[in-house]
């Protein structure tokens, strides 16, 4: 099988006052190509900082990350930020949209990032497949939860990412609308053939995964 | 990969959402400020380079106090050049009772050879070119004559024993001096009236001049030829000659509003910083996101820096444009200073401008932006993720390095550089001080206060370093405004106040000794107070220890001008009242030690001059050699005449001079004062009043000019406290979110900021009326020999204005914030 994402012996360590502490030990697993997974475990069971590190948003102290054919780990900070443009896209729990943009200029602003001509367009399109075409004019403040989740999706496929990572999407939003964001996320994630991988405390969440990862402690405790 | 587009688009974006607001203001303020004074000094500095070529009227002028021999005429006409005679001197003219001193300027034809006259219809009207002088019994008065005369345009004036009939405003002439002008307003008359005023007797303070105009080869040779034969007092003058003086005193001048207007860029630049830090605060997050969405260090570093270089050129252009507007509101305040019309200002000044917005940008702004680039993308997972902390010192030197290069750039001078950067280092030190000092002064009042002032005094001790800089800004403001607008004013109460009751109010000089008798006579007469009559001899001084002054070099404009001009020497019995020996003897009636001489103090310092010395001077063509037997120190305020050289008895008593006194008239005696003058024509008659009030008026208009320039310190000091509010603007929406749910009332929350904001106010005025009040002590003892007391006004109007302005400026900056309803900010804080 085609696989889009691995690590292999992956740690992290970071110094506290009272001596070194491992958020994670030893992690090791293989995302292949149109998987869904999803990312369990306790709060401080090390998911965010997994998520951190598959995504080369920080740097392992121990082990290695291949992204869309990239070794993470021999990257730069740079070269790890061209990675994330050409392959990765993010939705976080709390929706991180610019307030001072509008709903449009958010979907451009990765398309922006990356220099494309079309942006205007593409992010209209993507916007309008998540049912916010009427909105597009509005900025952050003047929409709902759901609806700014909504326009955080269309940025996160606007620029048809191979792997897309979400961090508790749904945490912040009420069950009802939440269902209908996982909808979202699952059909566009099917549509468009991306990877996603899923951190999430919600267990229905997961059973429509492909696969769950456990977290405990730091280690992976089920494959 | 950051695109021009893309980095106006989001500076856009900022500034609608009034994210750079502050920052913008605050470098407008910056901006504005040094390019009013920058366009203001480049007009003077181009109107005297301008009038360079004309400030002689001639291309080459011929001055002597004395008679100028015909043959320089007839000589000059036979190489081809033109020639105009004039003459001037200081009088006195009358218009019924009233009097004014004029600089009476009397010309003959020809005259301007270079540059024209202007004349107009109307006092302060329109003025033209002409090419014609006032015709025999005809005047043209200065539109100050005219107004301080309280007279039309063809009335008639008494100068001397002659009356003449104004028939023209005279508007401007081209030696006449650029940039800061001198006192006195003229009357020019026709040199065929001089005879018949009567006014030139032999010591009569007049000054005489021939003009030569022609093609530069034969002027440089006539020049060459006058060079080698004029007489002993004739003063040669070439174009080249005639303007660093006038120069330099304009530059000093604008040097000085430049130094002033800095004061307001620096605090425009505190607010920078201030205004920065926020952005970058506020920004981590968004760069967070755009690295995790794929923006590189080198793409934020680019846009950061694009950013700023699009910041600088907006306000640039809009700062600039207000320092032109600005700067035009500065010649109006000094117009009756600078007596020309002032040509546009010089391109190069357009410069000031971006210099000042990028050394501050890169000075204040660029390292707190700076670490935008070194934010960590896992932010965006983990909020508490900063970037590593600004290393301060790093932070300090390029400010510090930014302040400097801008202090040269404007003085370039590095001496004066050191010694005003030290200036202004020690006086924030000190504020800073003094303003820490009275944060800390206001916890001790927290208990003794409602809930309001309570919350409003807290907020000021834990933003204690804000708190500090915002009270410097402020004070330093109020208090230059409150030096020039009432401690001046107080210091010159002050001195007025010590003179005595009595003391002569009009000088008379040009007395001349046959008359001496005369005119006591008439002072008894006319019940006038019994008045001394001292001699006084014109000489110029040629040699010290018999080495001739030209091959003597004197320290200093000042001594230069000691050398160069004639002197006033009189001979004494007795020393004066007025007058404390610092050194040597005075001598003694009857014995014969020689030829003595009393030197006063500044002028032997200045000229280098000690005990045992001999000065030799040129008297009416003969030399008198004197050797210093003492040095004294003169109160010149008793308005008595005195004398930087006082001569021993037997030197000059044979010499003849003219006589000099002043008096006390009341003004019921006023009218003998123009009896005065038509029975003794030659008598020249000086208004001490009227003298100081112009003195004064000179330095009520620089005073305001200062005051203006402060103004935009006042500016600077708003911008602080802008940027002090914006960068508490979400601890305050909590804080206040939080009071509200805990029960308080929004009309309680608003008097807490209320409070705060009045007590920075009430800190900063205070600081500025001590420091004011410090600073009017100190130049009461130590430069006027006053005695100083304080002005209850300075504290009134300092603490209730700073209340005000900080108090209602800080309220209604804070204002939107407690206004919100705290359930939305409470959701927004989550």
Redo the contacts between chains.
Sequence with gaps: MDTVLEAAGLGKQVSSPEGTLAILSDVSLAISRGETVAVMGASGAGK?TL??LL?G??EPTSGRVHLAGSDLTALD??GR??????H?G?V?QSF?L????TAL?NVM??L????RRDARAAALEVLGRVGLAGRVGHYPRQLSGGEQQRVAIARAFV?RPAVLFA?EPTGNLDAATGERIMELLFGLNAETGATLVLVTHDQALAARCGRVIRLDAGRVVEP | MASLPFVLRSLLRDLKSGELAVLLLALLVAVASLTAVGFFTSRVGRAVTQQAGEVLAADLRLESPRPIAETYDVEAASRGLEVARILSMPSVVFHGEDSSLVALRAVGKGYPLRGRLKIADEPFGAARPTDAIPAPGEAWADSRLLARLGVPVGASLSVGAHTVKVTQVLDYRPDQGAGFGDLSATLMINLADVPATELIQPGSRVSRAVLFAGAPADVAAFREQLKATRQPGERLQAIEDASPQIRASSERAGRFLSLASLVSVLLSAVAVAMAARRYATRHLDNVALMKCMGASQGFVLRQTVLQLVVIAVLVTLAGTALGYLAQAGLAWLLRDLIRSDLPPPGVATAWLGLVTSVTILVGFALPPLLQLKRVPPARVLRRNLEPPPLRYAAVYVFAIGAVLALLYWLVRDPRLVTVVAGGIGATFVALALAGWLLVKGLAPLRRGVGVAWRYGLANIARRGRDSVVQIVAFGLGLMVLLLLALVRDDLLREWRASLPEDAPNYFMINIRPDEGDAVRAFFHERGLPPTELVPLVRARLTAINDVPVDRIRFEGDRAQGFVEREANLTWARTLRDDNRLLAGQWWVDGDDGGARVSVEKEYAERLGLKLGDTVTYDVAGEPVTATITSLREVRWDSFQPNFFMVFSPGVLDDVTGTLITSVHVNPGQRPALVDLVRQFPEVTIIDIDALLSQVRDVMDKAALAVQYVFLFTLAAGLMVLLAAVQATRDERRYESAMLRTLGASRRVVFQGVAAEFTALGLLSGLLAAAGATVAGYFLAREVFNLEYSPDPWVWVIGIVGGALLVGVAGVLAARSVVTQPPAATLRQAQ
């Design positions: 965010s998520l951190a995504a948003l920080d900070e740079d930020a061209a990675v994330r443009a050409r990765v993010f976080f991180h610019v307030p001072s943009l200029e602003l990765p922006e990032l990356a220099g620029t961090d």
